[in-house]
């Protein structure tokens, strides 16, 4: 036998092997866990004991320990940390574990655990500060300023860390007169009073309450004689402008009258804020980018910076756009996008200086990979798109240990006894995770290509999507159901290329995959728009017919043709359409010039439309090279967005 198919019987062997015994251990781990949700701890001591050399064995300690977390010492859960280091689990536990210590003001007892919080989320980061804080440590409230600002919805572990910054003696007067007028901006009463009385500042519920009544009544003769009057007074506009945006714009040159120049550019701020996040109900206003340009010059917090830019890039002023980058905090500066918008707008300025500086800032885009922002600066250097051909195998070597890394024989062993998908997915991102820290792209490598094989393909494209300098896009760009994608497509008059990056962005390919609101299948269709489509295609609609490849894929292909046309075949428009309805795509065009599409998606008021229509156009273009058709142009698929017709 040669070399070649001896390694390959090994290898499958291997496979086999840990098939096998993942299947042995399937009644195990599947009684432990309904042990552990029924909260038998007996049953699951012994479980601990018998699964102990499985892939798979922490869990029932796991689930032992995280039963009752908040009565385990730091030891237990340093202990299990240390006895499977590095792991998902052990991670996890010890997240927790600090969040929950943090809850309980027991900061002591969680710092003994914070070496082993290694990737927390949002509400762990915030919990890991006030440990921090708490320890003495002064660089907390300089990394956290935009918490300390944020007047969205966060984690109350981040609102926790904020009030335990409003009690530092390192906290300036200017950060908290900042806080301050962003709660009053907000509506936030009660932690405007909180604010405004570590100042001094004492401000009264009760007339807030009032204002809150009627705002407009308040502002027509609203005082101006002092501190309090202009916390009133901005509340007020805030309350306004919440609730009649024209009328607040109306009133905002009277409104700032007689005050001192930084409280009238925090009176512009205010419903100029307010008015660029409520343009799903107001729609896009001029007189809104006006009013944050006159609040320049007063400091922005992170989202107050965020809305100026891109009411600034909706309108195509230039030189607002790089005011609003301007004010904003330096890791913010340097996100590829706001990057993107500087350049833009540097180029537009006549000066071979400025136009210098956005050639450079294009080029350190376009090499430093092949996202949104990285091909658009590719096509502003007028280079073609085509590193998607990279086919970069695995070794023979890097298959074999695939096999012997303990994070995927878990991930693999969950797959094959087919547990919750929320115990495999964490043990398969943590195991990309461990691997990317290393740098290893030949593991991720393997690992992508035998879940492709699988047909465990939104896994493969997480693994192939974090390679560093090996790259292969036939994993990271999966292509199943081709024959059907591309025939469908054809049919129903679109580019197949942009139906694959859609599916890619709405399901990754996982055929019985459910939103929260309904649509289901590889292209998440809802259940009405299938009934459409199907009285469209003369069919009668079947619900069950929906989890059918072909079925699905060929009233997403004709759905999607559907809204193309109803949208001035604007693919654009069409895949915004797509994700928040056609009417909102409409909605959102311009009312009296037309604009650049990147303008009209940057400006796309609904967070999620606007990331989904960058990632699926960033697809498709992937999806053009991988389906034969050359070199790619991002800017060629989206063309200009033209003025709303009215009817």
Known sequence: MKQKNVTSYLLGFMALALSNHAQASEEQFNDALRAANSGNTALLQQYRASMQNDALGYYPEYWILNSNLAFQSPNSIVNFAQRYPQSAMAEKLAADFVEVKVKQGDFANAQSVLPYVTNPDQAEICAVAQVRAKS?????????????????????????????????????TADRQQRLYAQLRAGQS????????????????????????????????????????????????????????????????????????????????????????????????????????????????????????????????????????????????????????????????????????????????????????????????????????????????????????????????????????????????????????????????????????MGWYDRAIYAAERTINRHNYAYRYATPHQSLVVSHSRNAGIDPSWAYGLMRQESRFVSHARSNVGAGGLMQIMPDTAKLVARKMGETYNPAALSDANTNIRYGTYYLSMIQSQLSSNPVLATAGYNAGPNRARRWQPEYQSIAADQYTESIPLSETRDYVKKVMTNAAHYGILLGQGPQSIESRMPIVNVRITE
């Open 136 to 172: 003495g440590d002064p660089l907390v409230y300089a990394e956290f300023k935009d918490i300390w600002l944020k007047t969205d919805s966060q984690p109350e572990s981040c609102s926790g860390l904020a009030r335990m910054m409003l009690s530092s003696p390192l906290m300036t």
């Open 190 to 453: 009660g932690l405007a009073v909180a604010t405004a009385q570590t100042i001094g500042l004492n401000l009264s519920l009760s007339q807030f309450n009032q204002i809150q009544a009627n705002p407009l009544n308040y502002l027509w003769s609203a005082p101006k004689n002092n501190s309090a009057d202009h916390a009133y007074l901005i509340y007020a506009l805030g309350r306004a402008a919440d609730t009649d945006l024209t009328t607040a714009l109306q009133s905002l040159n009277k409104a700032a009258q007689g005050l001192p120049p930084e409280i009238q550019k925090y009176v512009y701020r205010t419903v100029g804020y307010i008015g660029g996040t409520t343009v799903m109900k107001n729609n896009f206003n001029k007189e809104v980018l006006n009013a944050l340009d006159a609040s320049y010059g007063a400091p922005f917090s992170p989202e107050e910076a965020e809305i100026y830019a891109r009411q600034a890039v909706r309108f195509g002023n230039w030189e607002s756009i790089l005011r609003a980058i301007d004010s904003m905090s330096v890791n913010q500066k340097q996100e590829e996008r706001w990057q993107y918008w500087l350049a833009k707008a540097l180029e537009r300025r006549a000066d071979p200086e400025s136009k210098q500086s956005a050639k450079m800032i294009y080029q350190r885009l376009a090499a430093a990979g092949d996202d949104y922002y990285n091909l658009l600066a590719k096509d502003r250097l007028g280079i073609r798109y085509n590193e998607a051909q990279d086919r970069s195998e695995p070794t023979t070597n890097d298959l074999q240990r695939l096999t012997q890394d303990i994070h995927f024989r878990r991930a693999f062993a969950l797959r094959n006894i087919r547990a919750s998908e929320a115990y495999t997915n964490r043990e398969w991102n943590w195991a990309v995770r461990q691997a990317y820290l290393k740098k290893d792209d030949g593991l991720l490598l393997a690992a992508a290509k035998r879940a492709t094989d």
